[in-house]
């Protein structure tokens, strides 16, 4: 989506926030008045009809050119759901006032959750400078914490400060990520060609960020530049039911 697009997006957008729940149930065919010549099946045979479970979540996205990350938290700050990585602009619903989603209610493994209050919250990713800086045979020799916090840059729609958030090295079995320290995957690295046996750290440099992937005896290093250029944002509570 082009930048001019997302600023008239920006302007129509009214509200900050909101999420919505609503549950669909599924339909119940009607009734016929023609009886049926074979007996009616046992209640082994008939499936159980669940109502389906959807809930809407609406936000408004930060005025930051880039891509989204959204992540679903249950009532004790747990992060349960990565419902967008890394996120383009044309891949949300347009609102009347805000940018649309869904949930389906499951966590990552497809697994239903319980009811109760849940929240979501994300960050906009800006352009993020992503440079391979070295590949050795010897292990870094860093102090590398098991997080590192960057000051963001404040989002005006929140009017809130600059916030601190705190981003580890994260790897799957294809790709190395930059995520905060709940889990939720904010910038892909790098691919990996061969997923096992890979360990990532992160060292602090200045205003950037020395991202390194250790895969036996070979370290690959990144410098990651302009790392503060996100906005967080806050789509607050909504119930499950």
């Not at 074979?38 to 669940?50: G, I, K, N, R």
């Not at 996205?61 to 959204?70: D, H, Q, R």
């Not at 590949?135 to 102090?143: A, H, Y």
């Amino acid at each position: 989506m082009t930048k001019g697009i997302n600023v008239l997006i920006l302007i129509a957008f009214a509200s900050i926030c909101g999420a919505i729940a609503q549950d669909s149930l599924t339909p119940t065919p009607s009734p016929t008045t023609k009886e049926s010549a074979s007996p009616s099946p046992t209640p082994e045979q008939t499936p159980s009809a669940s109502p389906a479970r959807s809930v809407r979540i609406s936000f408004v996205p930060p005025p930051l050119e880039g891509t989204i990350s959204l992540g679903i938290y249950d009532g004790n700050g747990k992060l349960v759901r990565v419902l967008h990585q890394e996120a383009e602009l044309n891949e949300f619903i347009v609102g009347a006032d805000a940018l649309v989603t869904q949930w389906d209610g499951k966590n990552d493994d497809g697994e239903d959750l319980s009811a109760g209050k849940y929240h979501a919250r994300g960050y906009a990713i800006g352009h993020v400078k992503i440079e391979e800086t070295g590949k050795t045979q010897e292990p870094p020799l860093i102090d590398s914490p098991d997080f590192v916090r960057v000051k963001l840059v404040a989002n005006p729609l929140e009017n809130n400060e600059r916030p601190i958030v705190e981003l580890k090295a994260s790897s799957d079995n294809q790709d190395a990520y930059l995520t905060t320290k709940d889990g939720l995957p904010l910038l892909t690295v790098a691919q990996i060609e061969d997923s096992t046996d890979y360990h990532a750290l992160l060292s602090r440099a200045d205003k950037s960020i020395d991202f390194f992937i250790l895969h036996g005896t070979i370290t690959r290093q990144f410098r990651i530049s302009n790392i503060d250029k996100m906005m967080a944002f806050d789509c607050g509570d909504f119930e499950l039911k």
